[in-house]
């Protein structure tokens, strides 16, 4: 059982990232190496590099959707890079995704013609107002319904924004959903507390844009169908 703490974890150093922990791997001979996180796992190969190429084949067709890079690659740069290639547009409906997605995505290459950064939609004032008031229009009557009315406010940001995905994020009790919308409809994940949110956000964002299966747990609401996922309950 081999168990590595990286920076993802409150356990672990800020030197602890990825790319490092690989490379020591390499530095100390092991032949093997994986680091799971909730949502995310790091696997350390040492092999020649036919070895290696068949394994990085043979993990894409395991996992499709789920290998996101190799070598050095973070999954803000895999992100950005999948609105890039695939020219997606993604804006965020309120602060808080906006707070979890903008320092990861920011300076990382071709994404600013992919992403507002909140000026087109949360961060700029006439465009929060329209997307509240059809926030509201979407949710009538009767009582307030957390993840509802996140799903109200998602919808409202695709129509304000004319963007093609639209990234959500409230906090729930015991943890924080994270939520995408696109054309149809909305992927939804609740993060447990202690987990990372930005992680889930930055990963249902990237297989959004690639058309990719989203990962186990998460669910998908079409637009106007009211979610399985409430606030008080998975």
């Known amino acids: 059982d081999l168990h590595i703490?990286?920076?993802l974890s409150p356990c672990g150093d800020n030197d602890m990232t990825p790319a490092n922990i690989v490379g020591m791997a390499a530095v100390k001979g092991l032949d093997a190496a994986r680091r799971k996180h909730y949502g995310e796992t790091l696997l350390a190969l040492?092999?020649?590099p036919s070895a290696l190429r068949k394994a990085e084949g043979l993990l894409a067709r395991t996992f499709p959707g789920g290998l996101y890079g190799a070598g050095g690659d973070t999954l803000?740069?895999?992100?950005?890079?999948?609105?890039?290639?695939?020219d997606r547009l993604l804006a965020c409906a309120d602060t808080l995704a906006l707070d979890l997605l903008a320092p990861r995505l920011e300076g990382q290459a071709g994404v600013d013609a992919c992403f507002d950064f909140g000026a087109g939609s949360c961060a700029d004032p006439a465009a929060l107002a329209r997307i509240e008031a059809g926030a509201r229009r979407c949710q009538g009557?009767?009582?307030s319904e957390p993840v509802w009315d996140e799903l109200c406010r998602l919808?409202?940001?695709?129509?304000?924004?004319h963007a093609d995905f639209v990234a959500g994020a409230i906090p729930l009790p015991e943890g924080t959903l994270t939520a995408v919308a696109g054309r149809r409809g909305s992927w939804l994940y609740r993060v447990p507390a202690g987990d990372n949110p930005a992680l889930w956000l930055l990963d249902l964002v990237r297989r959004a844009a690639l058309g990719c299966p989203q990962a186990p747990g998460?669910?998908?609401?079409?637009?106007?169908d009211r979610p399985a996922l409430a606030a008080d309950r998975p």
Request: hydrophobic share 40%; glycine share 6%; aromatic share 2%.
């Open 46 to 48: 040492t092999a020649p």
């Open 5 to 7: 703490h990286s920076c």
């Open 155 to 161: 919808r409202a940001a695709l129509r304000v924004t």
């Open 218 to 224: 998460v669910s998908f609401t079409l637009h106007g």
């Open 76 to 86: 803000a740069q895999c992100a950005a890079r999948a609105l890039v290639q695939r």
């Open 141 to 143: 009557p009767g009582p």
